[in-house]
């Protein structure tokens, strides 16, 4: 994790830092829905390796845009989450979302 004087100096390299990579923006995507278990998120990110998966999850949570919880159960659940921060970002992730819909659409 970066420290904030780490970080860039444009607001939106910061974010783009943050989040920048196709899978964490994917990983946040689902993670918008719901809290998710490892196997679940790589069965429904078509094409990610099990170590870009763990890396952006890692990566992610130190960072503080998700949540790693660890159920003591046998054999051990662990779901991954959006943290408050990561909730922050639903503004972006839907405004994607829409201009990649309105883009399919021919509607832009």
């Not at 998700?66 to 659940?77: A, D, K, L, N």
Request: aromatic residues 6%; charged residues 25%; glycine residues 6%.
């Amino acid at each position: 994790m970066l420290t904030k004087d780490e970080l860039p100096e444009c607001p939106v390299a910061t974010t783009v830092q943050l989040i920048g990579s196709k899978w964490k923006l994917l990983i946040m995507r689902n993670l918008m829905m719901r809290p998710w278990r490892f196997n679940e998120l790589k069965k429904s990110l078509e094409g990610i390796s099990q170590k870009v998966l763990t890396d952006s999850l890692r990566s992610m949570e130190e960072d503080g845009l998700i949540t790693r919880t660890v159920y003591p159960e046998v054999p051990p659940r662990v779901e991954y989450a959006l943290s408050d921060l990561g909730e922050t970002m639903h503004p972006i992730l839907d405004a994607m979302q829409e201009w990649g819909t309105n883009y399919k659409n021919g509607t832009i």
